[in-house]
């Protein structure tokens, strides 16, 4: 069922196997074709965690339906590895992803994945390209206004990863379990046709000790970066989307996919935005119900 990437309708490059003994099923909803989508010069996601319940597959479906770009980077924990060792869950919207992905490459899109702590079996495979995928260990992006961003998934300087890699795995056990919550305050509010809502999101905000470790975080990534010397620096890993400066140097937070459901994009003038995808279907949705009410004919 999983197969890490394909040859078949994706290029004429050799595939390469994650998990021995799955394959790549075929795409059950095709790619529509949009009218109208939404174009960037560049797209960055991360942390969409592919094989847990917890990944709001649904909605990076709808993003990548709605949105195109000359380069898309990958940045880490695109596939969750650490669960899938544990146990296996792959349903059919998890595989559509993948298969986007391989289209938008087949297409001309640049893709660039740079793994994170979650995938980093993919690691070993740094420095070479798989159905138009690139896999690097880390990439610099040049802004169409001349700024050059180092891209890394983040995890190389989260402590508790580093120092205490049992704590890490005991944390994904207890963030597993505030996901599995989440999924269930928002099945309900979906029946009272609320819209979505992070539970783990609020409560990462709530609690002092983690608004703290983002802050420090946030200041170390973007310190390596200046020692690097470039503009500044695109991550993930924390799944807290945020653009902030650090003494000159720009940190970017692409976020995730199982909390807030956020996007990094570059505009083709350089200009850079975060893109919260339920606000953006909110939105949609509003707009589209108010062309349709305007075009009903009045009432006599």
């Known amino acids: ?69 000359e380069t898309m980077y990958l940045v880490g924990d695109i596939i969750d590895g650490w669960r899938l060792k544990k146990r296996l869950y792959w349903p059919a919207t998890h595989n559509d992803i993948v298969w986007r992905a391989l289209k938008r490459a087949k297409r001309g899109t640049r893709i660039v994945y740079v793994p994170g702590n979650h995938d980093e079996m993919f690691r070993q495979f740094a420095g070479m390209n798989f159905g138009g995928v690139e896999i690097e260990r880390a990439a610099v992006h040049q802004t169409a206004d001349g700024r050059r961003l180092l891209v890394m998934h983040g995890d190389e300087f989260d402590a508790v990863m580093l120092a205490h890699r049992w704590l890490a795995f005991l944390g994904d056990a207890a963030y597993t379990l505030l996901m599995g919550l989440n999924r269930w305050v928002n099945a309900v509010r979906n029946r009272l046709g609320l819209p979505y809502w992070s539970l783990s999101k609020m ?45 000159g140097v720009e940190y970017y937070n692409d976020g995730d996919w199982v909390e807030g459901c956020t996007a990094l994009v570059e505009h083709f003038d350089g200009r850079m935005e975060i893109l919260h995808w339920p606000e953006e279907i909110a939105r949609r949705e509003a707009e589209e119900a108010a062309a349709a009410a305007a075009s009903m004919p009045a009432a006599a």
Not at 231 to 243: F, K, L, M, N, S
Request: charged share 30%; with cysteine; net charge neutral.
């Open 1 to 69: 069922m999983l197969q890490a990437f394909e040859e078949k309708d994706v290029g004429n490059t050799r595939g390469v196997s994650a998990f021995p003994g799955h394959r790549l099923a075929p795409q059950r909803i095709p790619e529509p074709k949009i009218e109208g989508r939404r174009r960037f010069r560049t797209i960055w996601i991360s942390d969409v965690h592919l094989g847990t319940k917890g990944c709001n597959a649904e909605l990076l479906i709808d993003f990548l339906d709605h949105t195109d770009s």
């Open 203 to 247: 409560a990462k905000h709530k609690v002092k000790n983690a608004v703290g470790f983002i802050s420090q975080y946030e200041e170390l990534v973007a310190r390596a970066a200046a020692q690097r010397g470039v503009d500044g620096v695109v991550c993930g890993h924390i799944h807290t989307a945020e653009i902030r400066e650090f003494d």
